[in-house]
């Protein structure tokens, strides 16, 4: 069995040297074969400097340099492409994830299981900014995926390549790898891992994720219950639309007939439906745009990435 390890690599020059030494002790001896693939995800610092001096001397330690950021999701994405290893295991480079809980996620595989999630059970991180809207992030996730998982946003997990080949990801939806492998058939389980504090370098984390995180998982209930059948999704927004809009109309003639008021007499029931209208047609226009986009990347097989340089490929 062969293991490809996928880090992206964003900013991290002074936990790269770290990390190396890590999982070389984790790797020494290792039972299966392996191949490590780093993604520059447009890196502004040494990080690709000092990628470059370690591959030279290992031809296991494979190289792929993006033009610019595109994001996390886009760094697996294509690790996940190029990745020869019959299990794919994506970790962080920011030594927050532990090169040693490697094995035990591989131990799991070995039992039958297609995707072992770690959880940060212990997480060490800020209580407001990270821990808070994590939980929140999670319980909704699980809620609305109906795949029950207490730690989504953990990079560290294990995936049989099968189970996510064929897996296309946009904006920020490599935590939900998991769901989708799942409404597939996959066997999935979770393990705790070690987490540790970030020591060096700056978090790319920031608050702002969870509302992306809410925005993404409305897409991933869309496309997961209602992409081929988009009629009952918008079909059933029309229908209370229109209930609501009998409702209105019921009152403006209760008020015509029965209070003697004119229909102009207050711009209430207008507004009100004005601001309904515009909030429900900018929903729409995203949730039409993410199919199209869709359309535009896998109809022409493109990619949501530009890769500048490969080595030992």
């Known amino acids: 069995m062969k293991i490809s390890i996928i880090v992206p690599v964003f900013n991290e020059m002074e936990n790269i040297k770290i990390f190396f030494d890590e999982l070389d002790q984790v790797l020494e001896n290792f039972n299966h074969n392996y191949e490590i693939i780093f993604i520059n995800d447009g890196s502004t610092d040494n990080s690709w400097q000092v990628l470059q001096e370690r591959a030279k001397h290992n031809n296991k330690i494979k190289l792929i340099g993006f033009y610019k950021n595109f994001g996390q999701t886009a760094a697996i994405l294509a690790g996940v492409d190029h990745a020869q290893g019959d299990v794919i295991i994506p970790m962080d480079a920011d030594l927050q994830n532990d090169p040693a809980d490697i094995p035990k996620l591989l131990n799991k595989i070995a039992y039958g299981y297609d995707v072992v999630s ?62 989708y492998t799942a409404w597939h058939g996959a066997k999935i389980t979770e393990i705790e891992v070690n987490h540790r504090p970030r020591k060096y370098g700056q978090t790319k984390y920031t608050i702002s994720r969870t509302f992306k995180v809410i925005l993404d998982l409305i897409v991933v209930k869309f496309l997961s219950k209602y992409l081929d059948k988009p009629i009952h999704f918008f079909g059933k927004i029309g229908f209370w639309l229109l209930f609501f809009g009998f409702l209105s109309g019921c009152y403006t003639i209760y008020l015509k007939l029965f209070q003697a008021k004119p229909f102009i007499s207050t711009p209430m029931p207008l507004l009100t439906i004005v601001f309904i209208i515009i909030g429900i047609q900018f929903i729409l226009m995203g949730l039409l745009a993410e199919i199209l986009i869709r359309i535009y990347y896998e109809a022409n097989n493109k990619k949501t990435y530009l890769i500048k340089d490969k080595i030992n490929f």
């Open 118 to 179: 770690g959880w940060r059970k212990n997480r060490q991180d800020k209580l407001l900014t990270r821990k808070i809207p994590s939980l929140i992030a999670n319980w909704l996730i699980s809620k609305i995926t109906k795949v029950q998982l207490h730690d989504y946003g953990c990079t560290l997990k294990a995936y049989k390549k099968e189970v996510i080949k064929d897996i296309k990801l946009y904006g920020e939806m490599h935590r939900f790898i998991p769901a």
